[in-house]
């Protein structure tokens, strides 16, 4: 499988935007790189949001980097966020397309050293994401219809959704942004494990089962692999994994 990273996927992303058309509007360019309706200033600021985010996980795999100085990759990141943020949507690309020049060729070295040290992740193909979204739509079928009480039931499924949106989302957070909210969504549910009864139990093993599977394609063998093994220590319910 194709390795990758956050700040591949974030260099990516703003490269494809760079080489646009300087005299097009922001606006449209957003919508073309983010696979926004180019209609819609809420969807398009939507998407935006989620590419911010995106910048936050960068800084965290610049943060692990073993490097001495890791402001070297840090500053530049901190422009280039504040390139898209002080910028409003109607401006002319160029605007927007001067301040990401100078920038940009160190968040790609930045990439080089992230996945040069191991700390990437697999790219999912188009085939693993149909088959993960399948998945999670699924489950909370399942749920829906399952025999336990309303607030557990609402739990996980808010919870599934979350991965479910990280998944459609992909073409901008990424690997890194999935698996992301899949180690955040087996937290918040290991916790709510010990407070369940019953059937209860059962739901939340499958949804901490599936998350960690979502995990596992991405890191392949990374911190869940890890977490998933003494699992059943803790969690006696949870089916085989």
């Keep these: 499988m194709q390795s990758s990273s956050a700040s591949r996927q974030l260099y990516t992303l703003l490269q494809q935007a760079y080489e646009h058309d300087g005299k097009a509007q922001s606006q449209g360019v957003w919508a073309a790189v983010l696979g926004a309706d180019a209609n819609s200033n809420l969807d398009i600021s939507q998407k935006l949001g989620k590419l911010l985010g995106l910048f936050e996980d960068v800084a965290q795999e610049i943060q692990s980097l073993k490097v001495t100085n890791q402001s070297r990759y840090l500053n530049p990141l901190n ?89 459609l989302n992909y073409q901008i957070v990424g690997s890194t942004g999935v698996a992301r909210v899949s180690d955040e969504v087996v937290g918040r549910a290991v916790s709510r494990w010990e407070e369940a009864v019953d059937k209860g139990k059962d739901m939340i093993g499958k949804v901490i089962r599936h998350a960690i599977a979502v995990d596992r394609l991405i890191k392949a063998g990374g911190t869940f692999y890890k977490l998933a093994e003494g699992l059943k220590d803790h969690l006696p319910l949870l089916p085989p994994m």
């Excluded at 998945?135 to 336990?148: H, P, Q, V």
């Excluded at 808010?158 to 990280?166: M, P, S, T, V």
Aim: with cysteine; net charge negative; proline share 3%.
């Design 79 to 167: 422009n280039l966020r504040l390139s898209l943020m002080i910028q409003p949507m109607s401006v002319a690309w160029e605007a927007i397309q001067a301040r990401l020049q100078p920038d940009l060729p160190l968040l790609e070295a930045c990439a080089d050293v992230v996945e040069s040290q191991r700390q990437g992740v697999f790219l999912l193909s188009v085939e693993d994401l149909e088959e993960l979204k399948q998945g999670i739509r699924a489950l909370i079928d399942e749920i829906s219809s399952a025999n336990i009480d309303t607030d557990t039931k609402l739990f996980l499924i808010n919870e599934l959704r979350k991965i479910e949106e990280a998944l």
